[in-house]
T-cell receptor, first 112, second 114 residues
């Protein structure tokens, strides 16, 4: 069965510092990968997704993620974070059964 | 993107009672998904609801506890039956309105059972 592991439950960083949120998945077949963000007391919003093509995908607010098939990873990065990036981030894989499997989430806390 | 309206946004319920959560989408979609997010946990898929057929439940979830209706292509309900404190969670509905893995989520229903 496919699974998703987010290696860090909490990531505290200072504003304008770079950040990497790590995500590894287990699958023996091609996968579709996603990062979702959940701001406090809100629903989930799609941040970016990898379906095919370029292994580097970007979001409109400066985040990027790179699909690494050999390492089965899909880490999320941002070179300079803002206070407004404080949120819970979820990595997910879409399995062949047509379902999204979510990781445990990483709480990003950006401090001034 | 599709707009999903979920009601109620939150509720506090007595144990042993039932709560029905509504999910309304502004576009017609084939499949709607119901998730549970327990406190401090990730999202777990409860069931997939197709219009005109019985919902498909994931392991650990049963129809008697979480009955689902899907009367048309824009609406679904999830009922949490005979509630206990362990049912305290956020319940979210989701759709893939693009057909290209563009899953959109409702804002969720925060349920507290006392």
């Amino acid at each position: 069965a496919q699974s998703v592991t987010q290696l860090d439950s909490q990531v505290p960083v200072f504003e304008e510092a770079p950040v990497e949120l790590r995500c590894n998945y287990s699958s023996s077949v091609s996968v579709y990968l996603f990062w979702y963000v959940q701001y406090p007391n809100q629903g989930l919003q799609l941040l970016l997704k990898y379906l095919s093509g370029s292994t580097l995908v970007e979001s409109i607010n400066g985040f990027e993620a790179e699909f690494n098939k050999s390492q089965t990873s899909f880490h999320l990065r941002k070179p300079s974070v803002h206070i407004s990036d404080t949120a819970e981030y979820f990595c997910a894989v879409h399995n062949q059964g047509g379902k999204l499997i979510f990781g445990q989430g990483t709480e990003l806390s950006v401090k001034p | 993107s599709a707009v999903i309206s979920q009601k109620p946004s939150r509720d506090i319920c007595q144990r042993g009672t039932s709560l029905t959560i509504q999910c309304q989408v502004d576009s017609q979609v084939t499949m709607m998904f119901w998730y549970r997010q327990q406190p401090g946990q990730s999202l777990t898929l409860i069931a997939t609801a197709n219009q005109g057929s019985e919902a498909t439940y994931e392991s650990g979830f049963v129809i008697d506890k979480f009955p689902i209706s899907r009367p048309n292509l824009t609406f679904s309900t999830l009922t949490v039956s005979n509630m206990s404190p362990e049912d305290s969670s956020i319940y979210l509905c989701s759709v893939d309105w693009t057909g290209n893995y563009g899953y959109t989520f409702g804002s969720g229903t925060r349920l507290t059972v006392v």
